[in-house]
């Protein structure tokens, strides 16, 4: 999706019981490039499964935007939500000029849920958990929030359609004739700054002591 972009700002939530902003809504694809790697989950404390946090967060970055963006939310998920009221957050969003789009991945037949230790999550009383993709429920949010529901396969469609309907619901922030904005990192400038005055301090302090 990020090689297909047509110049959509982005942000990037992760979440479990608890939501986490990974990216800030920005136009640096490579930033997103080299943080999906580092996507793990092992990086969340509490398992679960709540899409009401995520939304939240995601509502709260974008209500910092233009007036005149097309602001929309893509949830990648299997669905299996167990929390009421989503339709009801949803469609308040959409209310508000922000839009639902879903990415299903999964199978309806469903998959045991690996761990990183090598075995399978259990549920309390021991038996093995079957995550399904539940495209019932994500069609139905997808309508809520005015958007599309597709279904993830192997081919290039799923993507495609969804980012052409996000493109045409409103003006993307995406600059004229086709130019994007390369951002040029140089966070290190004033880190080498520090080190030098750090070094001159030191060597000030090893002569005093001298």
């Known amino acids: 999706m990020l090689d297909r972009n047509p110049g959509i700002r982005i ?5 479990a019981s ?10 640096d ?6 943080l999906l790697p580092s996507l793990s989950t092992e990086l969340v404390r509490w398992q679960g499964s709540r899409l009401s946090g995520a939304l939240e967060r995601a509502r709260r970055l974008l209500s910092g935007q233009a007036p005149d963006s097309s602001n929309a939310v893509l949830l990648i998920s299997d669905g299996d939500f167990a929390e009421p009221g989503l339709e009801e957050q949803v469609g308040t969003m959409e209310k508000a ?3 639902l789009y879903v990415l299903g991945v999964g199978t309806p037949e469903g998959g045991r849920v690996p761990l990183s230790d090598g075995g399978w999550l259990r549920d309390a009383e021991g038996q ?12 139905a949010l997808a309508r809520a ?3 599309l529901y597709v279904r993830a396969d192997y ?8 980012l052409e309907r996000i493109s045409a619901g409103g003006r993307p922030q995406a600059l004229e004739k086709g130019s994007r904005r390369i951002w040029n990192e140089r966070f290190y400038v004033p880190v080498v700054v520090m080190m030098l005055l750090l070094l001159g301090w030191f ?4 002569s005093v002591r001298g």
């Open 11 to 15: 942000g990037l939530i992760g979440f």
């Open 18 to 27: 608890v939501a986490h902003v990974i990216a800030p809504i920005t136009e």
């Open 29 to 34: 694809d490579e930033t997103l490039r080299n």
């Open 97 to 99: 000029g922000i839009h």
């Open 128 to 139: 093995e958990v079957v995550s399904h993709l539940d495209e019932r429920g994500l069609s």
């Open 145 to 147: 929030g005015g958007g």
């Open 155 to 162: 081919r290039d469609d799923d993507t495609r359609k969804l």
């Open 203 to 206: 060597r000030r302090n090893r």
